[in-house]
């Protein structure tokens, strides 16, 4: 779950293979329960966020990569529930348009050939470590039959995000929301949002142990990964906090410092709580120092960036 305020995971499930479903031996050694069926990583997901939907979490976009958007039982399953959602699909994934022959089921790179290069737009998806991450977009109306007024509220899309220094790499994404107010702009914050399920992935790796585990039962690896899950939240919302009261603090303003990050949070938890320091204040001057620091390498980082793409946001609007 991401959200301007941070990220965090708030639902987990195992992958349970095929073979490890039929063998009963196995099952009965790691302890699976009787009523755990064998289910695909879309399924998985579709119960996961069905769980989300009943404990009304908040959420205004679903988004995934391809192994789950190419699948047409969870894009339906969301529609159903009239959740919005921008899910990456293979570029084979058949998609309902309309030709001059009427209603036909076409490949997402077939599509993608119609496009003039008026059709594309540079946009940035967001600002990664490198600054910001432009890409080249486009957005193709997609068929659907609609028949009552509830049915047309509701817009069918292909997003296309094609690379600049390699313009042959196109990623595919279908796109389900709101036919008058959905933007293209919006589309490619969203799609760009997905990055930080990685991010977020190695958050949880590098200081919270997510993988480190040698579990075999059933039982273990949920304790495991729930624990590892609800400190990375835990420490995610001490990070927010504490980023919101830091802004507040005479020594410069926001804009003079690295804001606080989950890892750079965990190192000060465990410097001022579980080790002996010389001094609270020591550690978080420390912490104040490091981060002044690492901004200033990433603004003369970005500086070098941005005059790149500066020429290359202006070549691709012209």
């Keep these: 779950y991401a959200s301007k305020k941070g990220a965090a995971f708030i639902d987990r499930a195992l992958y349970l293979p095929s073979e490890w479903a039929r063998d009963q031996e196995r099952r009965a050694e790691a302890g699976i329960p009787e009523e755990v069926e064998f289910a695909t990583k879309p399924a998985l997901a579709g119960q996961m966020l069905e769980r989300a939907f009943e404990a009304k979490v908040p959420a205004g976009w679903v988004t995934a990569d391809a192994l789950y958007g190419s699948n047409r039982g969870l894009r339906m399953f969301l529609e159903r529930r009239g959740q919005p959602f921008v899910l990456a699909v293979k570029s084979d994934e058949s998609l309902w348009t309309l030709d001059e022959r009427g209603p036909a089921q076409v490949r997402a790179d077939r599509l993608a050939e119609d496009l003039t290069p008026e059709d594309w737009q540079?946009?940035?998806a967001g600002v990664g470590s490198k600054g910001e991450r432009l890409y080249?977009?486009?957005?193709?109306?997609?068929?659907?039959?609609?028949?009552?007024?509830?049915?047309?509220?509701w817009g069918h899309w292909l997003l296309l995000r094609r690379s600049i220094e390699d313009p042959d790499e196109i990623a595919y994404y279908a796109v389900f929301a709101p036919k008058e107010s959905t933007t293209l702009e919006e589309l490619v914050k969203v799609a760009g949002a997905r990055w930080r399920?990685?991010?977020t992935f190695a958050e949880t790796k590098g200081e919270f142990g997510l993988d480190e585990y040698e579990v075999r039962r059933w039982a273990g690896w949920h304790r495991h990964i729930t624990l590892c899950l609800l400190a990375h939240a835990f420490v995610g919302v001490v990070r927010a906090e504490e980023a919101t009261r830091e802004q507040g603090i005479p020594e410069g303003t926001p804009e003079d410092i690295l804001p606080l990050t989950v890892p750079e949070v965990r190192r000060l938890l465990y410097s001022l709580l579980l080790v002996k320091v010389p001094r609270e204040r020591a550690v978080l001057c420390w912490s104040h120092w490091r981060r002044r620091h690492q901004m200033r390498a990433r603004r003369c980082h970005h500086r070098r960036r941005?005059?790149?793409?500066?020429?290359?946001?202006?070549?691709?609007?012209?």
């Design 136 to 153: 080249d977009w486009a957005l193709l109306p997609l068929f659907r039959l609609q028949l009552t007024q509830e049915e047309r509220f």
């Design 122 to 124: 540079r946009l940035s």
């Design 306 to 318: 941005r005059r790149l793409d500066l020429g290359r946001l202006q070549g691709g609007n012209r």
């Design 197 to 199: 399920i990685e991010s």
